[in-house]
């Protein structure tokens, strides 16, 4: 079974704090992403990474950064948190020519004050 | 328009009915296809992809494609209080790696 898990399932920073999100597969997936997901928005990606050190941006990705140091692991980093960064942050990963299905960690539900 | 588009529901079924969940696409060269469930608070879970014209069957879900007219579907036979949940459409275009676009999801109620 493919494992996906997040650092934290919830959090509260204060604007203009740095925030770390944490993302660890254990499947040797190529692939990673991270996603928010507000209501009537639903699933938006921020940023994809295909390889270590590799990334490319998503839809969202100002206010954002990642790092993909190890192939299993990938971070997002809220370089000064705001307000408007409030929102379910969920990690998946894949293999590519699997099919591209992507499987989700928990998720981070972070709240910024 | 919206590249995939999901009515939003909430759509409601008597337990034991047949759910039909719908999902437009606008890019036609699209590639393959996923349905998610979403329960209340959690993450997103696989329930079965299609690539193929045509229908899949897998337990009580089955899974319709027509790339003709753009449209994917779920049909939950048998539906259960348990089924209760948002529904995620999300679709590979052409030309963008292994990243998917998501639908904002159709949220399933399953009436006793």
């Known amino acids: 079974d493919v494992k996906v898990t997040q650092s934290s399932r919830y959090l509260v920073k204060r604007t203009g704090e740095k925030v770390f999100l944490e993302c660890v597969q254990d499947?040797?997936?190529?692939?990673m992403f991270w996603y928010r997901q507000d209501p009537g928005l639903g699933l938006r990606l921020i940023y994809f990474s295909y390889d270590v050190k590799m990334k490319e941006k998503g839809d969202i990705p100002e206010g954002y950064s990642v790092s993909r140091e190890k192939k299993e692991r990938f971070s997002l980093i809220l370089e000064s948190a705001s307000t408007n960064q409030t929102s379910m942050y969920l990690c998946?990963?894949?293999?590519?020519?699997?099919?591209?299905?992507?499987?989700f960690g928990p998720g981070t539900r972070l709240t910024v004050l | 328009q919206k590249e995939v588009e999901q009515n939003s529901g909430p759509l409601s079924v008597p337990e034991g009915a047949i759910a039909s969940l719908n999902c437009t696409y606008s890019d036609r060269g699209s590639q393959s296809f996923f349905w998610y469930r979403q329960y209340s608070g959690k993450s997103p879970e696989l329930i079965m992809f299609i690539y193929s014209n045509g229908d899949k069957e897998d337990g009580r879900f089955t899974a319709q494609l027509n790339k003709a007219s753009q449209y994917v579907s779920l049909l939950i036979r048998d539906s259960q209080p348990s089924d209760s949940a948002t529904y995620l459409c999300?679709?590979?275009?052409?030309?963008?790696?292994?990243?998917?676009?998501f639908g904002t999801g159709t949220r399933l109620q399953v009436t006793l």
């Open positions: 998946a990963s894949s293999l590519p020519f699997d099919g591209d299905t992507q499987y």
């Open positions: 999300a679709v590979k275009k052409t030309g963008t790696a292994s990243k998917l676009t």
């Open positions: 499947m040797d997936h190529e692939n």
